[in-house]
């Protein structure tokens, strides 16, 4: 039999795992996603040399195993198991390790920290093994129902599902009630900024999401399946290339700056799918925005354009256009910033091109009124006036 290796689960449409390990170890690795009846089949045939497993097979999975590691068996679960010469199978965890690599990526040290722990799932057992690892000086793990919990805690950490993709628009805790916190680390992947990590950006905290963990559980998982070890400069080079190819590239400015013109010119460099979202409006609606502004107003606009800027922001690997207005809303702004950089491309006010644009009757107002927006929604700044070559190389290189 060839090299067989790959991912069981119940829901696995959105996982990034076959192109990790195709740039971890250059192997094929399947999703195999199944349904609890035919778990004992699968493990009967045995059909792969090395599997990982996620929810909600990871506690099940132990059953099929016929020795397990020290982590599993601290861990109480198992998410990779590697079937062995005499046919034998091997179950082990590699979460710990993964989740080691990810506190290790930002500096954050658990040790001698009241460390508070959001959910109680299998998830949570992982990172209750590495406060016992580390020296935590308190841990307290808190269900939906206690999300106030540990008002003194200096880390928190998120194993909870609360602000996963589709439901990205939760947060499990506000993070004003912790007025000692240092850092939070969440488990989440898909958003990689959650509405947790946008909190924790707002108030300058230490923080990092789960896409790390993935690949570095990935990578011991790897190296379980193969017998060649994986060290952090490894990980990291993967974890690198691949939060590149996931982040959005999001264009924001007044109207007539140009942001379509350099969004469509991103994209052609770089091979990614362009999305202007005022084209993306008058589609949907068969008028553009300044039709839909003049016949509706603008409040009925926003909500439009509101609707499919949240519809965009949660997808990845994009080149992104906005509406000159669309910042003007904070809901707005934390959908675009979930999973992208945000570019402020800011032109004088002689420069921009006012056609068809009804909002743009005086620019002098408009430019003052969202200034302080602009500013704030951005990850980058851009000047450009004529140049267009210069502005072209300057939006590329900002987002390299």
């Not at 851009?382 to 072209?392: F, G, L």
Request: net charge negative.
């Amino acid at each position: 039999m060839s090299q067989n290796y790959g991912l069981i689960g119940r829901h696995l449409g959105h996982s990034y795992s076959p192109e990790i390990h195709k740039q971890l170890r250059g192997y094929d690795y399947a999703l195999w996603p199944m349904e609890p009846e035919n778990l004992p089949s699968f493990f009967e045939k045995k059909d792969f040399n090395g599997i990982n497993v996620t929810i909600p097979y990871k506690q099940d999975a132990m059953a099929y195993c016929d020795a397990l590691g020290e982590t599993a068996k601290r861990a109480g679960c198992v998410n990779t198991i590697v079937k062995q010469k005499d046919e034998s199978l091997f179950g082990d965890n590699t979460d710990l390790a993964g989740f080691q690599f990810m506190l290790r990526r930002v500096g954050i040290s658990l040790a001698g920290k009241h460390v508070l722990i959001l959910g109680a799932g299998g998830a949570s057992l992982t990172v209750q093994l590495a406060c016992a690892d580390a020296g935590a000086a308190s841990v307290k793990v808190a269900d939906k129902d206690d999300c106030k919990a540990c008002p003194q805690a200096q880390i928190i950490v998120n194993a909870s599902p609360v602000g996963m993709y589709p439901n990205v628009d939760a947060s499990p805790v506000s993070l004003a009630d912790y007025p000692e916190l240092e850092a939070v680390a969440d488990l989440i992947y898909n958003p990689r900024k959650t509405r947790l990590l946008q909190q924790a950006e707002q108030l300058n905290l230490t923080k990092i999401d789960g896409l790390s963990m993935l690949v570095a559980q990935a990578a011991k998982a790897a190296e379980l399946f193969t017998g060649e070890v994986q060290d952090d400069l490894q990980i990291a080079k993967v974890l690198n290339e691949l939060s590149a190819q996931l982040e959005n590239w999001v264009l924001i400015g007044m109207p007539g700056c140009g942001k379509s013109t350099i969004g469509a010119w991103l994209a052609k460099q770089s091979g990614r799918e362009f999305v202007d979202l005022d084209k993306v409006i008058t589609a949907r609606e068969g008028m553009p925005p300044g039709e839909i502004i003049a016949q509706r107003g603008e409040a009925a606009f926003r909500e439009i354009e509101g609707a499919i800027v949240k519809e965009v922001g949660v997808k990845t690997g994009l080149v992104i256009a906005t509406g000159g207005g669309a910042i003007l809303r904070e809901d707005n702004v934390q959908a675009l910033r979930q999973n992208g950089r945000l570019l402020w491309m800011k032109r004088d006010i002689e420069f921009l091109a006012t056609q068809g644009r009804p909002l743009s009757k005086n620019l002098l107002d408009l430019a003052k009124k969202r200034k302080s927006a602009y500013q704030a929604a951005a990850d980058e700044i851009i000047m450009h006036n004529e140049n267009w070559m210069a502005v072209k190389q300057a939006a590329w290189e900002a987002f390299q």
